[in-house]
């Protein structure tokens, strides 16, 4: 595999709300890795002080980032 490929990473947490209530957000992360394992390290070390699970991972056909 090539390490230009791109990685959907959708994580979920647990927060919160304003009465007390425990709630579930999804948010969606592009990690450039050369492998889903690649993407689990990578998340780790980015979100170290969050208590998340990663839901899913899915392979991204990009053929280029524009900026």
Known sequence: ????NYY??????VFEDAKGREK???EN???SAVSPTDVETK????????????VA???LNIIEIIK
């Open 1 to 4: 595999m090539s390490e230009n």
């Open 8 to 13: 959907k990473c959708t994580i979920k947490t």
């Open 57 to 59: 991972i899915n392979l």
């Open 43 to 54: 998340m780790a070390k980015h979100l170290e002080m969050t208590d998340y699970e990663i």
């Open 29 to 31: 992360y592009i990690v």
């Open 24 to 26: 579930f957000k999804k």
